[in-house]
């Protein structure tokens, strides 16, 4: 699940000139403008570990949270990417899809409603339970 925002975010790190064109803004950004499009790599990156850490870890709800406020993010791109006189499918087919989608999914975990049940002890030793708030 994370590794596609990692690498876009070390493709705009390492190689923006090239990567530039695929976020669909129409032009390069004269003289030192390049750094910003690194700093969105930085960006995408740091997003996606945090998103990762909380996956691997099991805070279930809190990663609910925080999609629901990294969709901001990509509906950020998405009126960029508008503002300046991008591709609109691009702009509404991949960020504004990718917002929508991290907002569903991060509204279906938040709103989880499953309970925990304790699994019969084994031998008498008392398992601990697994953790999903």
């Known amino acids: 699940m994370q590794l596609p925002p990692v690498w876009f975010g070390v493709e705009f790190i390492l190689s923006p000139e090239?990567?530039?064109?695929?976020?669909s803004l129409p032009s390069w950004p004269s003289g030192d403008g390049d750094g910003f499009l690194?700093?969105?790599?930085?960006?995408?990156?740091v997003l996606a570990l945090v998103l990762g850490i909380l996956l691997v870890?099991?805070?279930?709800r809190a990663l609910g949270w925080v999609l629901l406020v990294e969709a901001l993010a990509a509906y950020g791109d998405m009126a960029t990417v508008l503002t300046h006189h991008g591709s609109v499918a691009?702009?509404?087919?991949?960020?504004?899809?990718?917002?929508?989608l991290m907002v569903v999914n991060g509204?279906?975990?938040?709103?989880?409603?499953?309970?925990?049940v304790a699994a019969p002890a084994v031998d008498g030793a008392a398992r601990p339970?697994?953790?999903?708030?």
């Not at 509204?107 to 925990?116: D, G, H, N, P």
């Not at 339970?129 to 708030?133: A, D, T, V």
């Open 129 to 133: 339970l697994p953790r999903f708030s």
């Open 38 to 45: 690194i700093i969105k790599g930085i960006r995408d990156v």
């Open 18 to 23: 090239t990567t530039a064109p695929g976020f």
């Open 90 to 100: 691009t702009a509404l087919g991949v960020h504004g899809l990718t917002a929508t």
């Open 57 to 60: 870890t099991g805070y279930r």
């Open 107 to 116: 509204l279906l975990i938040v709103r989880e409603t499953r309970k925990v």
